[in-house]
């Protein structure tokens, strides 16, 4: 028998659910203590952010959100580990990396809270990535689009999208690696496996063993990784990044998480899984297991906790607050960014709308 | 000067622009080594590089997307779409990304790219490679829809879409790709969006139409005029935003209006027209309007596509029609 080729997954793994360190070579990033503290701050952040967001919309002062709970690693693991000058194509959920890139919780608050100028980040290196992208998986031909005009302009930049599980199993996620493997683009494709596409489980999206071999067949490098682990997602991104930057290739990294929480707040995910399943999964959580490592190190305690706890809630009132306070944009913004100019045609529909403001003032 | 065809004055406006603007970059199925199957990008990979005219993957939403990402850092994108009939799986990345994310990011991204695709029938391909379907395009807020009609056309527009800070589909007619030449200089001049063109003078009926079957309405405005009727005939050329104002002011001049188009008939862009003088027109008008398109039907196979297809005759009749009704 000839092999026309062969090929095997990596499984990337460094903290365990308990939070035992289970092998020797700890990356650089993680050998400064200072820095992880940094990281598991915001991943705690993120988690305070996003319950509040979730009170917010149960309280009718928000409308439909999808939470990160339990992706607080694979999505502060991806923006840690980017660089300013990189792009991030998100889907819909990324807080973690887009927090960590300057995306002000008030602008989230206000993308689900019906005001579009939640997309309009203010501050860099946000204010350069790519806004949620709601059709699944279309993001990932941004990312590579992207990546094709880094190269064709020569800059040492790379263009990174996030999906899920489900995203994996569409053509625009294919037809990004693929056309990133063809043209040795720039990309890191990011699937962040949370196991539930709304209702539908990682086993029937798929008939592979790892969605991360899907980059096998575009000639990406692959690996998996433990999504709950920051420190494996930080070293595969990075080492990804690298590859990218200096022209050696894109990635596929498949990030292995949980779905802690429904899709959205729309979704009631106890329709179509067990609680078992759940409670297993919040034992393999990424905080915890972050929190006991830095402990056992001296470099965290429970003091600390409360403090930064505290300074978490304090920075969530202030951005609720600031969202609470945005006025509603008047009628005419919904008209004044569909064209750089606005074409005499869709003036006078301006026009109309703005007069039946006025009668009704 | 060289007198050039339609599908040279794409190549020639192409070029142009490629040698001015480092940010424009053609990709799509073939547009490298092979300059597209109908030569549109003939020469400009040996001229401007492999990077810069990109043979894609056969995928048009990779096409699509890829070229909404370029755009969004930047670059002046120009995707082909290899025939008309391809484009559906471009769709999504236009109407949901190109054309919408201006608006969602408050003018944050833009994406000032230029979907072009040979459009329509009449050239005996196999199926799927003759449809008209621009009024699906029409009805996407945001985005351009231009038909060029002529060399001279082809080559200012297409200039224009390209350095429009918007998304632009850009159908080119391919039934007159090589229909007949004319001097186009190649001076970089683009000429007007958003503007319907007044190709004839005439006092008697409007014909107002685009891409291919400009053809045929200036041939029926000929056959018309030989029994002493006067037909204006109007491009419109840009379909959206539609410049309704030249059509109106015409039809105040004539009280007659044809609309002539290759598309089924039911919700296609001549039924916005035809409502527009509805609601604009109503008294100027002295016959009801007349619209002369293709039928309902799937674009035949090619042995009976001509027939799906306003002939000119079609058109005169129409036009003899209004007259006779007052």
């Known amino acids: 028998m000839s092999i026309a080729a062969k090929f095997e997954i990596e499984y990337l793994q460094y903290l365990d659910a308990e939070g035992k360190q289970v092998r020797d070579d700890l990356p650089a990033f993680a050998q400064d203590l200072d820095h992880m503290v940094e990281l598991y701050k915001l991943m705690m952040s993120t988690r305070v952010f996003d319950a509040k967001s979730v009170a917010l919309q149960r309280t009718g002062k928000l409308g439909t959100y999808a939470s990160c709970l339990g992706h607080e690693a694979a999505h502060v693991g991806i923006g840690s580990a980017m660089r300013p000058e990189d792009v991030l194509a998100p889907s819909y959920r990324e807080y973690g990396a887009q927090l960590y890139r300057g995306v002000q919780p008030r602008e989230v608050y206000m993308y689900w809270g019906g005001d579009e100028r939640g997309n309009d980040y203010r501050k860099e ?196 607050n600031a969202y609470l306070e945005t006025k509603t944009q008047p009628v005419t913004a919904m008209f004044d960014y569909t064209f750089a100019e606005l074409p005499a045609d869709l003036a006078r529909q301006r026009d109309l709308a703005l007069s039946l403001e006025h009668k009704a003032h | 000067m060289a007198q050039i065809t339609l599908i040279e004055a794409v190549t020639q406006a192409l070029a142009y622009e490629m040698a001015h603007d480092d940010s424009v970059v053609v990709l799509g199925e073939d547009v490298g080594v092979n300059g597209g199957v109908f030569r549109a990008t003939q ?35 120009v995707a082909e779409a290899q025939f008309e009939g391809f484009i559906y799986p471009m769709m999504e990345q236009i109407a949901c990304h190109a054309a919408r994310m201006r608006n969602r990011t408050r003018g944050r991204i833009t994406v000032p790219a230029v979907f072009r695709a040979p459009w329509g029938g009449g050239i005996h391909a196999p199926e799927h490679h003759s449809e008209a379907n621009e009024h699906l395009f029409a009805n996407i807020p945001g985005l351009r829809v231009v038909l060029p009609s002529s ?176």
């Open chain 2, 43 to 77: 020469g400009l990979q040996q001229k401007f590089g492999e990077l810069r005219v990109l043979d894609t993957p056969l995928d048009e939403t990779t096409i699509a997307g890829v070229t909404v990402g370029l755009a969004a850092q930047g670059m002046k994108p």
């Open chain 2, 151 to 326: 060399p001279a056309r082809a080559y200012g527009l297409l200039l224009a879409a390209i350095r429009d800070p918007d998304p632009v589909v850009f159908f080119e007619p391919k039934r007159i790709y090589r229909q007949y030449k004319e001097e186009v200089p190649d001076d970089g001049e683009a000429l007007p969006l958003d503007v319907c063109f007044v190709l004839r003078d005439g006092g008697d009926v409007t014909l107002v139409t685009w891409g291919a079957q400009v053809k045929e309405c200036l041939e029926a405005a000929d056959a018309l005029a030989e029994e002493g009727i006067g037909a204006e005939v109007i491009d419109v050329a840009t379909l959206t935003p539609l410049d309704f104002d030249t059509i109106a002011e015409s039809v105040h001049k004539t009280g007659r209006c044809v609309i002539v188009h290759e598309a089924p008939k039911t919700a296609g862009f001549g039924a916005e027209i035809a409502a527009r003088v509805a609601e604009e027109c109503l008294y100027d008008l002295l016959a009801p309007v007349e619209r002369v398109t293709g039928y309902d039907v799937h674009t035949p196979l090619y042995r009976l596509e001509m027939k799906q297809m306003p002939s000119t005759a079609r058109i005169v009749e129409a036009a003899k029609r209004t007259l006779a009704a007052s």
């Open chain 1, 125 to 320: 290196p946000a204010r350069h990535d790519f806004a949620w992208s709601v059709p699944i998986a279309t993001q990932c031909l941004h990312a590579a689009g992207s990546a094709l005009a880094f190269k064709i302009r020569g800059e040492k930049r790379v263009a990174v999208c996030t999906i899920g599980d489900g995203g994996s199993s569409k053509g625009d996620f294919y037809g990004a690696i693929n056309i990133a493997g063809a043209q040795n683009l720039p990309l890191v494709a990011v699937i962040v496996n949370n196991q539930w596409a709304i209702s539908v489980p990682r086993k029937i999206q798929s008939g592979a063993p790892t969605l991360a071999q899907k980059g096998i067949a575009a000639g990406l490098f692959s690996i998996q990784v433990d999504g709950n682990d920051i420190i494996a997602v930080r070293k595969a991104m990075e080492d990804a990044l690298e590859r990218a930057r200096s022209g050696q290739g894109g990635s596929v990294l498949e990030l292995v998480t949980y779905r802690l929480g429904d899709h959205t707040t729309a979704d009631d995910a106890r329709r179509y899984r067990g609680e078992q399943e759940v409670k297993d999964a919040w034992a393999r959580e990424p905080m915890k297991r972050l929190k006991h490592w830095l402990v056992a190190k001296g470099a965290w305690d429970e003091q600390k906790e409360e403090a930064w706890k505290a300074e978490c809630d304090d920075w969530m009132d202030d951005e609720v």
